[in-house]
């Protein structure tokens, strides 16, 4: 009976292994279409920046993109898009790309298709009452997606952007902006797609390290395009 407790027990373990990492994946879902690095020979790198608008830091960011001549894309919430919607319309306005990164910011992993798609569809309206007219691309918050989630963005023909460059995910490496840009250009390849937290207070490394990354970016050869533009260059 001990034995089979056991075996019960590892293989629940196991299972929940299994599932945590399938859901934490950047390179692999269960449906449809996720993108975490485009094959290309041309020196392109998508940045992105997650979360937001808001309206503290998105007229800084701005000026500092325009300064390098530089296109991102902006994965919004529907309720920062519909509370600072001004800052919205600034990105737009501006050039770049707006992407769905659900309403709410909740993990999506466990929430029901009807959830999902009010979660998605609800920022949606908000990205197109901001102006942008282009293609929607999403990103779930914290990168995490399991079975629904793929399964509703297969079924509404919706990519899923990951990234292959998260600079912000080194430990305490992530407090220093030399050392997060400098982990940039060393991981950086053609293709590449950073992904980047810039719209709260919380975050001032993260813009610190910005200019650093666009100026050795540039520096490298390597031009920053939105994700549409990089997509297109398969």
Same mark, same amino acid.
Request: hydrophobic share 45%.
């Given at each position: 009976?001990?034995?089979?407790?056991?075996?019960? =027990? *590892?293989?629940?373990?196991?299972?929940?292994?299994?599932?945590?990492?399938?859901?934490?994946?950047?390179?692999?879902?269960?449906?449809?279409?996720?993108?975490?690095?485009?094959?290309?020979?041309?020196?392109?790198?998508?940045?992105?920046?997650?979360?937001?608008?808001?309206?503290? %830091?998105?007229?800084?960011?701005?000026?500092?993109?325009? =300064? %390098?001549?530089?296109?991102?894309?902006?994965?919004?919430?529907?309720?920062?898009?519909?509370? %600072?919607?001004?800052?919205?319309?600034?990105?737009?306005?501006?050039?770049?790309?707006?992407?769905?990164?659900?309403?709410?910011?909740?993990?999506?992993?466990?929430?029901?298709?009807?959830?999902?798609?009010?979660?998605?569809?609800?920022?949606?309206?908000?990205?197109?009452?901001?102006?942008?007219?282009?293609?929607?691309?999403?990103?779930?918050?914290?990168?995490?997606?399991?079975? =629904?989630?793929?399964?509703?963005?297969?079924?509404?023909?919706?990519?899923?952007?990951?990234?292959?460059?998260?600079?912000?995910?080194?430990?305490?490496?992530?407090?220093?902006?030399?050392?997060?840009?400098?982990?940039?250009?060393?991981?950086?390849?053609?293709?590449?797609?950073? =992904?980047?937290? *810039?719209? %709260?207070?919380?975050?001032?490394?993260?813009?610190?390290?910005?200019?650093?990354? *666009?100026?050795?970016?540039?520096?490298?050869?390597?031009?920053?395009?939105?994700?549409?533009?990089? *997509?297109?260059?398969?």
């Amino acid at each position: 009976m001990n034995k089979l407790v056991l075996r019960l =027990l *590892l293989v629940v373990v196991v299972v929940f292994f299994g599932l945590w990492k399938l859901s934490s994946s950047v390179s692999f879902q269960l449906f449809g279409e996720l993108i975490h690095k485009v094959d290309t020979e041309q020196k392109l790198v998508a940045l992105t920046f997650d979360d937001g608008p808001t309206p503290h %830091y998105t007229a800084d960011i701005l000026q500092l993109l325009d =300064l %390098y001549q530089v296109k991102a894309t902006f994965f919004v919430t529907g309720t920062e898009t519909q509370r %600072y919607i001004t800052q919205a319309k600034q990105i737009v306005a501006a050039g770049h790309q707006l992407g769905n990164h659900s309403w709410s910011h909740q993990r999506m992993i466990f929430m029901s298709l009807d959830e999902i798609q009010r979660e998605i569809e609800g920022t949606d309206q908000q990205i197109r009452e901001a102006g942008y007219q282009g293609e929607i691309l999403f990103r779930p918050p914290y990168g995490k997606k399991l079975v =629904l989630l793929p399964w509703y963005l297969a079924n509404s023909n919706r990519t899923n952007i990951m990234w292959d460059i998260a600079p912000e995910t080194f430990g305490e490496d992530s407090e220093d902006p030399q050392t997060m840009a400098a982990e940039v250009l060393e991981q950086v390849e053609p293709g590449s797609i950073v =992904l980047l937290h *810039l719209m %709260y207070k919380n975050r001032e490394a993260s813009r610190a390290a910005l200019p650093l990354i *666009l100026k050795g970016l540039k520096d490298k050869g390597y031009r920053m395009v939105t994700l549409s533009e990089l *997509l297109a260059a398969q």
